[in-house]
């Protein structure tokens, strides 16, 4: 459920009408729900209810880093899952307790490990015995023990697209689990590290829980040799990764079947849980509101050309994502079309041969689904301005992120001397 409805004929998010927004913001424009992050993240907590202990939940800020993105989850007892430093900063500046933070990512730079030393984050998840060896060697110089899982490689294939497919044996991510006893023999006794525990995530927009079931029953086995050789095991985190449904009528595991299938799969660890979700809480809290620049005939379809650009959305243009697209005041009329963007490349198209609601000229409408992985992924391609972000809140809302103009973008750049 969400809280992007129609009301007296038109597309209201929560009490506010889209239309108010892009006459008093403009378009294209990221809109998101408060009251849909709020019941997303209450709706993921309460699927973990049946775990023994409460889990450890850490928003992957990747998904939508916006400050006040963060904010609101903090304040529903969120923490982060940060794979950067930019992102751990803006953890920080979100006001989520140090301890509350996971620093995941296969490419941690030295001072990215010192940041989070620094910081006094809750856990490193490391990703090969060379990164734990350098982090060991940062903690002990500085007096410091890191907190640290060990990511395993569980080699399955969670059924997604290859692109965010990360838990075959043959992906950059984790080590092999097979390699999990020797570099806990090895790492564990080094003075800088806690190595307390196992961290995985196989992938995103999972449609099956059988992945990653298969993937917790193989974490369980390490879980239990890596204790009969003597390691003290308290913290195991299960990363990231449930789907969410991008087209009307797509049904997904559901939370709540996602935490009986994890209360299932960990029977017994005794161990504090941890997770990693992103797309989950943010995907369909928000949407993407664009404007019809003008309606082109095509040779076959109409081509509805909307002010949102590739550079806005990635997805469907990186990984051919479907989002559904919905007219802002629908007439009832419906058109077969192609919807693309400004951008002078063909993989600026959203969708191909899709029936919509009829749009024409100045119209608006909206990219569904387009709080996790949108803002975050957009560039300034065609110099093109940074998109503007918005949180509703009833019948207030906030800019919660400025447009940046073209014109700031270009300010940051220099012509040297020599090419004067
Ligand atoms: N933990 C780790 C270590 C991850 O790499 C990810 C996502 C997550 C958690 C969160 O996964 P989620 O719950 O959101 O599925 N840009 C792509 C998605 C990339 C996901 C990368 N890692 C997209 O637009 O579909």
Same mark, same amino acid.
């Given at each position: 459920?969400?809280?992007?409805h129609?009301?007296?004929?038109?597309?209201h998010?929560?009490?506010?009408?889209?239309?108010?927004?892009?006459?008093?913001?403009?378009?294209?424009?990221?809109v998101?729900s408060?009251?849909?992050?709020?019941?997303?993240?209450?709706v993921?907590?309460?699927? @973990?209810? !049946? *775990? +023994?202990?409460?889990?450890?939940?850490?928003?992957?800020?990747?998904?939508?880093?916006? =400050?006040?993105? $963060?904010g609101?989850?903090?304040?529903?007892?969120?923490?982060?899952?940060?794979?950067?430093?930019?992102?751990?900063?803006?953890a920080l500046?979100?006001?989520?307790?140090?301890?509350?933070?996971?620093?995941?990512?296969?490419?941690?730079?030295?001072?990215?490990?010192?940041?989070?030393?620094?910081?006094?984050?809750?856990?490193?998840?490391?990703?090969?015995?060379?990164?734990?060896?350098?982090?060991?060697?940062?903690?002990?110089?500085?007096?410091?023990?890191?907190?640290?899982?060990?990511?395993?490689?569980?080699?399955?294939?969670?059924?997604?697209?290859?692109?965010?497919?990360?838990?075959?044996?043959?992906?950059?991510?984790?080590?092999?689990?097979?390699?999990?006893?020797?570099?806990?023999?090895?790492?564990?006794? @080094?003075? !800088? *590290? +806690?190595?307390?525990?196992?961290?995985?995530h196989?992938?995103?927009?999972?449609?099956? =829980?059988?992945? $990653?079931?298969?993937?917790?029953?193989?974490?369980?086995?390490?879980?239990?040799?890596?204790?009969?050789?003597?390691?003290?095991?308290?913290?195991?985190?299960?990363g990231?990764?449930?789907?969410?449904?991008?087209?009307?009528?797509?049904?997904?595991?559901?939370?709540?079947?996602y935490?009986?299938?994890?209360a299932?799969?960990?029977r017994?660890w005794d161990?504090?849980l941890?997770?990693?979700?992103?797309?989950v809480?943010?995907?369909?809290?928000?949407?993407?509101?664009?404007?019809?620049?003008?309606?082109?005939?095509?040779?076959?379809?109409?081509?509805?050309?909307v002010?949102?650009?590739?550079?806005?959305?990635a997805?469907?243009?990186?990984?051919?994502?479907?989002?559904?697209?919905?007219a802002?005041?629908?007439?009832?009329?419906?058109?077969l079309?192609?919807?693309?963007?400004p951008?002078?490349?063909?993989?600026?198209?959203?969708?191909?041969?899709?029936?919509?609601?009829?749009l024409g000229?100045?119209?608006?409408?909206v990219?569904?689904?387009?709080?996790?992985?949108?803002a975050?992924?957009?560039?300034?391609?065609?110099?093109?301005?940074?998109?503007?972000?918005?949180?509703?809140d009833?019948?207030?809302?906030?800019?919660?992120?400025?447009?940046?103009?073209?014109?700031?973008?270009?300010?940051a750049?220099?012509?040297?001397?020599?090419?004067?």
């Open positions: 459920m969400d809280h992007f129609i009301r007296d004929g038109q597309m998010v929560e009490d506010v009408p889209l239309s108010r927004l892009a006459a008093e913001v403009g378009t294209p424009l990221y998101y408060r009251a849909t992050f709020e019941r997303h993240a209450r993921f907590r309460e699927g @973990l209810a !049946g *775990l +023994d202990r409460p889990p450890q939940l850490a928003f992957a800020v990747k998904a939508n880093p916006n =400050l006040a993105v $963060l609101l989850l903090r304040r529903e007892g969120y923490g982060a899952d940060v794979v950067s430093g930019g992102e751990l900063a803006r500046k979100a006001g989520m307790p140090a301890p509350d933070i996971v620093f995941s990512g296969v490419g941690k730079t030295t001072s990215e490990l010192q940041q989070g030393l620094d910081a006094g984050i809750g856990q490193f998840n490391i990703e090969s015995g060379e990164e734990g060896r350098e982090l060991a060697a940062i903690a002990a110089a500085r007096g410091q023990v890191a907190h640290c899982a060990l990511r395993v490689n569980p080699d399955v294939d969670a059924g997604t697209h290859d692109k965010i497919s990360t838990g075959r044996a043959d992906t950059k991510f984790g080590v092999p689990i097979g390699h999990a006893p020797q570099l806990f023999a090895e790492l564990s006794r @080094l003075p !800088g *590290l +806690d190595l307390r525990g196992l961290a995985v196989i992938g995103s927009q999972l449609s099956e =829980l059988d992945p $990653l079931e298969a993937a917790f029953a193989k974490l369980g086995d390490m879980l239990a040799k890596l204790r009969g050789a003597g390691h003290a095991i308290t913290h195991m985190d299960l990231g990764g449930l789907g969410v449904p991008y087209r009307r009528g797509e049904t997904l595991p559901e939370p709540a079947q935490g009986a299938m994890v299932r799969a960990t017994g161990v504090q941890m997770f990693e979700p992103g797309r809480i943010a995907g369909n809290a928000g949407v993407l509101l664009t404007r019809v620049i003008r309606v082109k005939r095509g040779l076959h379809n109409p081509f509805v050309i002010d949102a650009a590739m550079n806005d959305l997805r469907p243009a990186l990984y051919g994502a479907w989002h559904d697209f919905d802002v005041s629908p007439t009832g009329e419906r058109m079309a192609n919807i693309v963007g951008i002078c490349e063909t993989g600026d198209t959203f969708a191909t041969d899709r029936e919509i609601d009829a000229q100045d119209d608006l409408a990219f569904r689904t387009a709080g996790a992985y949108g975050t992924m957009a560039s300034s391609y065609n110099s093109r301005g940074f998109v503007a972000e918005v949180m509703v009833g019948a207030d809302y906030a800019v919660v992120a400025e447009r940046i103009a073209p014109d700031a973008i270009a300010d750049e220099r012509v040297p001397d020599f090419l004067r």
